[in-house]
């Protein structure tokens, strides 16, 4: 704007001066008509009427530039619209700072006008200074003139279009701005609310324009009972849905769901979690209950049988550690197949219970056989007899072995991975019974312990 004010002086200045200019011409015309009045050869001097026309028609060209015509306001009149004109834009070019940028060029314009103008006055001022002498080149300087106030129009048409375009981005800017204004209300009327009623930071705010959207509404409809006092969240798992490794993310679930409602309204609310992978966890406790009394009666019934079998607290012992360690053993060579080589997520969490009641049957049959008929031995010592017994035992366990090994076999190409795991679990106990704990382990422990196998109780009574 600073520029704009000071190129407007410099326009003023230069109509200024060529009202002067305009001045000193009509005084320099009516010296020479006086003097061609004193001098009436003058008058016959073609050079003398050709001087005294330019003039006079120079005079009056810039009289008309100057005052204008019926129809067309002169340069002065000009002037002070563009004075009033830039008050008004002065006024308004304090909220437009940012179309400035626009008006340098039109300044440049309007400015390199103005230069022309002012030198060629100089010229013309020049000019005149030098009388009759110089009158071509006072041609010269209106033709410099008549340039300049072209360059002049068309600055002059610059600047209205810039104008233009500065007056669309105003209301461009407005709109914007009005735009904003009526975000930050409704950020203002959000603020208000959530300042108003979520009283603590645990869970998150709704507001109630949202709240009453049908939509919305509906949703609520699904998740929701009527009277609002019962809720659904659907929970979906990235894995298997009846793999272990999903039953173990219910407990994960249950204690997420605690920890958010706690310090909240509902925080005494009740919690229940549906679905397969909940059925089948509580499915899992169950059976693991069942599972561990199970297995406690199990043992338990096996270790009073074989002491009335046996007349022994010892070899019930150990034989009970054999079949303990078998089935473990197994049951970890079968987790292993199933993660590592075939890709499972794991052994199915029934599998355990089901292969721990048929592997113990089948395995403590094995030792009743061949302890049963080491005690016949009476009267041979502790090592002669276990190794009588285990050549007359031995092709009968090893055969019942391999008979039932394919049986269970013939359930792997089924399909069924249950079934599958099953036999797995049973084949590898049968070859770590009967090659590993018959063969090695139980020896080694009736040679350990001698004629104390059969404490308290003495042998063959």
């Known amino acids: 704007m600073n520029d704009i004010s000071t190129n407007y002086h410099q326009v003023y200045t230069g109509v200024q001066q060529l009202n002067t200019i305009s001045a000193n011409l009509k005084a320099a015309i009516e010296q020479l008509n006086q003097l061609g009045k004193s001098d009436a050869s003058l008058l016959q001097n073609p050079q003398y009427q050709k001087s005294l026309g330019i003039l006079n028609g120079t005079e009056d060209g810039l009289d008309q530039l100057l005052n204008g015509q019926e129809n067309k306001p002169g340069l002065l009149a000009g002037v002070k619209q563009m004075d009033s004109g830039l008050k008004t834009l002065n006024s308004k070019m304090k909220v437009a700072n940012n179309g400035l940028s626009q008006l340098v060029q039109g300044q440049q314009q309007y400015n390199t006008g103005l230069q022309k103008i002012i030198s060629s006055i100089n010229q013309i001022e020049a000019g005149l200074q030098k009388a009759t002498g110089n009158i071509p080149k006072i041609t010269n300087g ?9 360059q002049l129009k068309q600055g002059f048409s610059n600047l209205d279009q810039q104008m233009s375009q500065l007056t669309n ?5 407005a709109d914007g701005l009005h735009k904003i204004s009526g975000g930050l209300d409704d950020a203002g009327d959000y603020l208000k609310e959530l300042s108003a009623n979520n009283s603590s930071l645990s869970g998150f705010y709704i507001p109630n324009q949202a709240l009453n959207n049908k939509d919305f509404t509906k949703s609520l409809d699904t998740y929701m009972s009527k009277d609002r006092k019962i809720t659904k969240l659907d929970v979906i798992l990235d894995v298997n849905p009846y793999s272990q490794t999903a039953l173990n993310e219910i407990d994960n679930i249950n204690n997420a769901v605690k920890t958010a409602i706690k ?4 925080e005494n609310g009740k919690i229940g979690i549906g679905g397969p992978t909940s059925t089948f966890h509580d499915l899992s406790n169950i059976s693991d209950h069942d599972y561990n009394r199970t297995v406690k009666w199990m043992l338990v019934g096996i270790g009073i049988i074989l002491i009335l079998l046996l007349r022994s607290f010892i070899m019930p012992v150990y034989i009970i550690g054999s079949l303990i360690v078998t089935y473990y053993t197994s049951l970890g060579i079968s987790e292993k197949i199933f993660e ?3 890709g499972y997520a794991g052994v199915n969490w029934a599998i355990p219970f089901f292969g721990f009641v048929m592997l113990v049957a089948l395995c403590v049959d094995y030792s009743i056989f061949l302890m049963d008929r080491f005690n016949e031995q009476k009267d041979l010592p502790v090592g002669d007899a276990l190794l009588d017994a285990m050549k007359n035992m031995g092709s009968v366990i090893l055969s019942a072995a391999i008979i039932l090994g394919g049986t ?4 792997i190409p089924s399909g ?3 079934l599958i ?8 106990g049968l070859i770590i019974y009967n090659l590993f704990m018959l063969p090695l382990f139980i020896p080694v422990m009736v040679r350990i312990f ?3 196998n059969w404490w308290p109780f003495k042998r063959g009574e």
Do not use: R, Y
Request: no cysteine.
């Open 142 to 150: 209106f033709d410099q003139v008549i340039d300049g106030q072209s």
């Open 169 to 173: 981005g105003l209301g461009d800017s």
């Open 263 to 266: 310090d909240t309204p509902m």
């Open 340 to 342: 590592d080589v075939l």
């Open 408 to 411: 269970f076999a013939a359930m």
């Open 416 to 418: 069924v991975t249950e």
């Open 421 to 428: 795991e099953i036999a797995t679990i049973i084949l590898a």
């Open 450 to 452: 001698g004629n104390a």
